[in-house]
C-alpha cells in the first residue's frame, strides 16, 4: 500500500513541478531563451507573498495574496524583458545564457542578503495538514490535490490563451518566424514582454502554493530550475500537456525512489530516470517540435 | 612560424598563409621568461604566495578549458563542478584508499574525468545552446549526489584525505605546498597550451568554422561530433586535474564545495570580464578576478551580486570583455591563432592587403 501512497504523492507533486516548468517552457517557446534565472523567479514570489501577509496580528491568508502577487510578478517580468533580457533574445543563445545565470546569482543572493538564508513557510492554518483518509496507510492531503488541479486548469487556460486569443496567436507566430511575424505588424519586444510576465505569473502560482505547502528557502532556485527543465524535456518541448506529463513522471520517479532506496536518494532516483529518458528518446514523450 | 609558399600563381604573385609575426617570438621569448620565474617561484616567494598563486593557476586552467568549449566549440557548459569533484574524490580514491601518491594520483583524476566525460557527452550532445548547460549542470548534479551518498567517502560532510595530511607532516609546508604549486602551474600551462595547439591545429580549423555557422562548417566535410566530443574530453579532463590539485591544497574533499554550481559561477565571470573566444581573455579575467576576490570576498553575498551584475553589465554593453577592447585599440595578440594570407611579388596587391598588409581569417 506503501508504495501506492507514493505513486499518487508522487503524480500530485508532478502537478506542482509542471507549475514551475511551463513559465520556462513558454519563454523558451516565443523567444528561444533558456532562462537560467527561473528557478530564483519562482522563489521569489514565496517572498514578495510573505511581505504581503505581513507578521502581525492581521495576517491574511496566503490563498488571497496569491492573485497580487501574480499582478506584481507579471508586471515584474514585463519590465525585465524590456528592460534588459530583450537586449540579449537577439543576440545569440550564449548571451542569453550567460545574462540569465548572472540574474540568478543576483536574485539568489539579495534574498539571502534581505531574509536570511533559513527557511521560512505560508501559514494557512488547517489547510496544512487538512487531507482525505482512505485507509490507514493511505492519505492525501488536500493541499497536494488543489495544487495538482490549478496545474490542470493553468494549462489548460494557458492552451486556451494561446489558441483562442490575439496575444497567444501573437505568440506562436514569433515562434515561428520573428521576422514573418514583424512584418505582419507584431511588435516583438512587447510581446516577448507579455510571454515572460505569463510565464513568471504561472510561476506565482507553483512558487507561492508550494510555500505553503512545504517550507521555503532562497537556496531553492537551482533544484527548481533542474527539476522544471527535465519535466520540459522529459514531456517533449512545446507541450504543455506534455510538461504535466514529464512533472508526474519526475515527481513520481522521485517518491518512488525515496520510498525504495531512502529519502537521501530521491532526487538522484529522478535524475537518473531522466537521464534514461534523454539517451532512449531525447524528443521526449509528447513533442511537437523538434528544435533543441 | 609556421608559413607556406605557394608556388607562383599566373600573374607572378605569391602567396603565403602566416600564423605569427616577429613580435609574437619577442613575446614568446618573454612568455617563456615569465613561466621560467613562476616555476622556480616556491623556492624563493615563500609559502603564503605559493599558496595564493596555486588558487590563481586553479581557476586560470579552469577558465582556459571553459572558454575552449564554448568560444571555439560553442559549448555552454554550468556543468563543470561535476568534473572538478570527480577529480578531488578520485585522489581521495587513489591515495587513501589503494595508497598511491597523490602526486600521481592527480593524474589518474585527469583519466578519470575523461572516462566521466565520454557517457556525459553522449548524454548531454542531444541537447543544444541553453538546455546543453542545464543538461551538464544535470551531470554535475548526479555525480554529486552518488558521492555524498557514499559513507565510506564521508558522506555529505566530507572527508580529510589522510595520505595528504602525512605527507605535510614528513615533507613541511613549504615542500608540500611548493609540490602542490607546480602541479597547478603545470595544469595552467597545460590548459593554455593544449587549447593553443588544439586550435592550430586541424580541429582547431574545424572548431572555428563549427562555431561560426555549423551548418556550414559541416557541409564542409566538418565532423561536428567528434570535434565537439575531443573539447568536452579534454575539458573534463583538465577540470578533474585541477580538482585533485584543489583537493590537495585543501586536504579534504565535501561534496559541497567539490561539485558546487559557485565554480560556473566564477568561470563565467572570469571568461565574461576577460573576453570569451580568446585565449588571452581568460588571462586578464582571473587577474581580475583574484583580485576582487582578495578584496571583497569577506562581504558575502554582496560580492555575489557585484559578480552577477558584473558579468550582465558586460555581456550586454561589451561582450568582448576587457581583452577585445584591447585587441579592437591596440591589435595586441599574445597567442596567434589567426591565419593570415600574404601577398608578395609584383603586380598590384588587392586593396584588402594593400589597406591592412594582409587579409586575415579565423
Known amino acids: 500500500m506503501e508504495w501506492l501512497n507514493a505513486i499518487i504523492q508522487g503524480i500530485l507533486l508532478g502537478g506542482l513541478y509542471a507549475l514551475f516548468a511551463v513559465g520556462l517552457s513558454l519563454v523558451f517557446g516565443t523567444m528561444r531563451l533558456v532562462n537560467l534565472a527561473h528557478g530564483d523567479l519562482t522563489v521569489l514570489p514565496a517572498y514578495i507573498g510573505l511581505i504581503i501577509v505581513g507578521t502581525g496580528v492581521h495576517r491574511f491568508n496566503p490563498l488571497y495574496v496569491i492573485p497580487i502577487v501574480m499582478v506584481i510578478m507579471f508586471i515584474f517580468g514585463y519590465a525585465l524583458q524590456r528592460g534588459l533580457l530583450n537586449f540579449v533574445v537577439q543576440k545569440g543563445e550564449v548571451q542569453g545564457v550567460i545574462v540569465t545565470f548572472g540574474l540568478s546569482i543576483v536574485i539568489m543572493n539579495a534574498l539571502q542578503e534581505a531574509f536570511t538564508p533559513n527557511s521560512q513557510r505560508l501559514q494557512v492554518g488547517s489547510l496544512n495538514s487538512a487531507s482525505i483518509t482512505i485507509s490507514d496507510q493511505l492519505a492525501i492531503g488536500w493541499l497536494p490535490i488543489i495544487i495538482f488541479i490549478l496545474a490542470v486548469v493553468v494549462i489548460a487556460a494557458l492552451q486556451l490563451y494561446m489558441g483562442r486569443t490575439m496575444m497567444g496567436r501573437a505568440f506562436r507566430a514569433v515562434s515561428d518566424d520573428q521576422e514573418a511575424a514583424r512584418l505582419m505588424g507584431v511588435n516583438t519586444k512587447h510581446v516577448w514582454g507579455v510571454a515572460m510576465g505569463v510565464a513568471l505569473l504561472i510561476a506565482t502560482i507553483g512558487g507561492v502554493m508550494y510555500g505553503i505547502r512545504t517550507t521555503f528557502h532562497p537556496m531553492l532556485g537551482a533544484d527548481r530550475l533542474i527539476f522544471a527543465f527535465e519535466a520540459v524535456i522529459i514531456g517533449g518541448m512545446g507541450s504543455s500537456w506534455g510538461t504535466l506529463l514529464g512533472g508526474v513522471i519526475l515527481g513520481v520517479a522521485q517518491l518512488l525512489g525515496s520510498f525504495a532506496f531512502g529519502p537521501a536518494w530521491s532526487i538522484l532516483c529522478g535524475h537518473v530516470v531522466f537521464v534514461i529518458i534523454l539517451a532512449l528518446r531525447p524528443q521526449g514523450f509528447l513533442a511537437k517540435t523538434v528544435t533543441a | ?362
Not at chain 2, 596555486?54 to 556543468?79: K, Q, R, V
Not at chain 2, 593524474?107 to 557527452?121: H, M, Q, R, T
Open chain 2, 1 to 362: 612560424m609556421s608559413a607556406a609558399t605557394s608556388p607562383a600563381t599566373q600573374d607572378g604573385r605569391q602567396y603565403s598563409v602566416s600564423v605569427a609575426s616577429r613580435v609574437n617570438l619577442l613575446i614568446l621569448g618573454f612568455g617563456i621568461l615569465i613561466v621560467a620565474i613562476l616555476a622556480v617561484f616556491p623556492l624563493f616567494g615563500g609559502t603564503e604566495w605559493t599558496r595564493r598563486l596555486i588558487d590563481f593557476f586553479c581557476y586560470l586552467a579552469l577558465a582556459e578549458l571553459w572558454n575552449l568549449m564554448l568560444g571555439y566549440a560553442g559549448l555552454i557548459s554550468a556543468g563543470q563542478q561535476g568534473f572538478i569533484g570527480i577529480g578531488a574524490y578520485t585522489l581521495w580514491l587513489f591515495s587513501d584508499i589503494l595508497g598511491i601518491s597523490p602526486f600521481l594520483g592527480v593524474v589518474f583524476a585527469a583519466i578519470g574525468g575523461a572516462i566521466i566525460a565520454l557517457p556525459a557527452a553522449a548524454l548531454v550532445f542531444k541537447l543544444k545552446g541553453g538546455y546543453l548547460a542545464i543538461g551538464t549542470w544535470v551531470i554535475a548534479e548526479i555525480l554529486r549526489l552518488i558521492v555524498a551518498n557514499i559513507k565510506r567517502a564521508g558522506g555529505n560532510s566530507g572527508i580529510n584525505i589522510q595520505a595528504t595530511s602525512e605527507l605535510v607532516q614528513e615533507l613541511g609546508n613549504a615542500a608540500w605546498y611548493s609540490r602542490v604549486y607546480w602541479w597547478a602551474l603545470a595544469g595552467a600551462i597545460l590548459a593554455i597550451g593544449v587549447t593553443y595547439f588544439l586550435l592550430r591545429s586541424r580541429t582547431g580549423l574545424a572548431l572555428t568554422a563549427m562555431r561560426d555557422n555549423d551548418l556550414a562548417a559541416e557541409s564542409c566535410g566538418v565532423n561536428l561530433w567528434r570535434a565537439k566530443l575531443y573539447t568536452f574530453l579534454i575539458a573534463g579532463a583538465g577540470c578533474a586535474l585541477v580538482g585533485a590539485v584543489q583537493a590537495m591544497y585543501t586536504l579534504r574533499v565535501h561534496p559541497g564545495s567539490a561539485f558546487s554550481i559557485n565554480w560556473t559561477a566564477y568561470l563565467i565571470f572570469i571568461a565574461v570580464i576577460g573576453g570569451i573566444g580568446t585565449i588571452e581573455g581568460p588571462i586578464i579575467g582571473t587577474i581580475i578576478f583574484y583580485v576582487l576576490r582578495e578584496t571583497t570576498s569577506q562581504w558575502g553575498t554582496w560580492y555575489f551580486i557585484a559578480l552577477g551584475l558584473l558579468a550582465i553589465i558586460v555581456t550586454i554593453w561589451s561582450p568582448a570583455g576587457i581583452y577585445g577592447w584591447v585587441l579592437k585599440k591596440t591589435n595586441f595578440v599574445m597567442f596567434p591563432l589567426q591565419r593570415k594570407l600574404r601577398y608578395s611579388g609584383k603586380g598590384d596587391a588587392p586593396p584588402e592587403a594593400a589597406a591592412g598588409g594582409d587579409v586575415s581569417t579565423g
